[in-house]
């Protein structure tokens, strides 16, 4: 059942003495299933890699147990300017040893990712192996959907909540504004028909959709669209009733989260600057949220706003890859200052202890290069970063000799208890961060967010497992 004999998620809460493997009950005390159902005064931050992220250049193999730096030559070439191979020597090692548990493989990160170093140095950063689904589609459309909505059989984007979504729908109600995707557009893995879900690219531009041609009817439009919606939202029908609370909510965050752009740059211009020195869009977009999370914790009315979703893209890398430099380091070290930045500024805010940030990839890339990229892959590492997570290494290495890849040239996804490089389902992470960091309970989990799959043991989803690194 345990990915590692190693606890992934800090634990608090009444246990029986033994029960948990490794260190227990260490930090700051966190949640436990007795004392909540959903997340309270935490904070949970999704970052979604879009377009395949490079595993493989990402968690990269260092030393040849079960032939994997030889895999990892053979299939990453150097050859003149087309080369991707991160050559010994070029990887980032942190000071604390990365070894992959299954086979005791050293590893390194790929040198983009210098900046996190802190973080896994300081075991707030763990990192997964092997995460994907059975079946893996190979699109980016279908392989995104059934991420976000953590269904392995979802065709193509349809009508459809997301695994967040539904578990915002049984806690918060339509007159809650409780998660936030910073875009133009609700995040998947957010979405929901039960509560509301608020876009926002930008908050100092948020605002009601008024005519921009004549602002001089605004008030009477305003009136009038928060008189249909008070009117819907006292109805009998409970249909109707949802779309009146819902709409009220959203038309009143318009009102109360603009402000929040000036009371940061005002309060907290020094870190402001030191986003905007960035330039970056990660790092734009994280600031988004950092000025949100100020505004909660500051007690901003209307503002209780506690998951986030931003999204990076540029990981399509069929060329001009590079190596060690190159496209893929730019788009890694990208992240890595952003990420950094904001966690030192949560710890400023006093909030980092309350925080756990997932990052994912719809799915890796090939594990042969082509001439200066690489195609679409199937499993990949996943990152959770938070002053709760007991870092380190969590799953097994995909397992990247030649003669185990399938006939795409990717590794295979696996369930088999006996399989030496048995995957992680992207379930079992999700359930992780529902049980330990949410607050929600396992049979809520299993009912309304993550269903199992049908199918064979070694080969689906059938035995879940929400105690990452617990025996």
Known sequence: MSLTRRQFMKRAGVVTAGSLAGPR???????????ANTIGDRYQVT?????????????????????????????????????????????????????????????????????????????????????GYPDYSLSHETSRNRWQRADPTAPSPQPGSGWLGRHLGQFYGPSDAPAVSISSSIAQEQKTTDTNVLAISRLRSYGFPFDRTDSSDNADFQAAYSGLSIEAGNSPQPGLALIGNTSQATLQSTQ???????????????????????????????????????????????????????????????????????????????????????????????????????????????LPQNSNGTDHGSQGPMFVIGDTVNGGVYGNHPNIVEEAMDDRENSVYSQDPGDAHRSTDFRDVYGTILKHHIGMDEASILTHVLPADVGPDAEYWTNPNFNMGYL
């Open 25 to 35: 009950l260490i930090g700051n005390p966190f949640v436990s299933e007795a004392s």
């Open 256 to 366: 109360d989260y603009p402000a929040l752009h000036s009371t940061y740059e005002d309060e907290r211009a020094g870190w402001s600057q030191l986003y905007d020195d960035l330039n970056s869009s990660c790092a734009r977009d994280l600031k988004e949220i950092a000025k949100i999370i100020y505004g909660v914790e500051n007690g901003a009315a209307g503002v209780n706003a506690r998951f986030f979703r931003l999204r990076n893209g540029g990981y399509d890398t069929h060329a001009d890859q590079g190596g060690a430099t190159g496209q893929h380091y730019d788009l890694h070290e990208e992240v890595a200052l952003a990420l950094s930045l904001f966690c030192q500024e949560m710890t400023d805010l006093g909030v980092f202890g309350r925080m756990n940030i997932m990052v994912y990839s719809e799915f890796s890339r090939r």
């Open 47 to 131: 970052l979604f890699l879009d377009g395949g992220n490079d595993g493989l250049n990402t968690v990269i193999p260092l030393s040849n147990e079960a032939g994997f730096r030889t895999a990892y030559e053979t299939f990453r070439q150097t050859p003149g300017s087309g080369g991707i191979r991160i050559n010994p020597g070029e990887e980032f090692v942190p000071s604390s040893p990365m070894i992959d548990p299954g086979t005791g493989t050293e590893l390194g990160l790929h040198p983009g990712l210098q900046a996190l170093g802190s973080l896994y140095d300081a075991g707030k950063l763990a990192i997964i192996q092997g995460t």
